[in-house]
């Protein structure tokens, strides 16, 4: 079993900053891609921020410049840094990760895993 754990959400006034956490644990052979989604009330949910295994990045242009994503590899941790937060933030942030795991023996393969949520809401 592999379980993702999101950690560091809150309330927070707006200009404020918050860091988000996503620890992964379980039968895991590496990790690809991880990376932080949003919901908000009544939208989609969408793509914040993704980090590869080599650590190049993207953002959603609505936080490029105030977020910055991280990951730990020996960890298996990725953290997301914001910064200068805005009552638009205010969402359920999911973290994601493409796990390389062994479900049959001889054989790995990729599976996406989502994290529980945390709710960060910034108020004015």
């Known amino acids: 079993q592999v379980q993702l754990v999101e950690s560091g959400g809150g309330l927070v006034q707006a200009g404020g900053s918050l860091r988000l956490s996503c620890a992964a644990s379980g039968s895991i052979f590496s990790i690809n891609a991880m990376g932080w989604y949003r919901q908000a009330p009544g939208k989609q949910r969408e793509l914040v921020a993704v980090i590869t295994s080599g650590g190049s990045t993207n953002y959603a242009d609505s936080v490029k410049g105030r977020f910055t994503i991280s990951r730990d590899n020996a960890k298996n941790t990725v953290y997301l840094q914001m910064n200068s937060l805005k009552p638009e933030d205010t969402a359920v942030y999911f973290c994601?990760?493409?796990?390389?795991?062994?479900?049959?023996?001889?054989?790995?393969?990729?599976?996406?895993?989502w994290g529980q949520g945390t709710q960060v809401t910034v108020s004015t």
């Open positions: 994601n990760a493409q796990i390389l795991r062994s479900v049959v023996p001889g054989r790995v393969g990729e599976y996406d895993y």
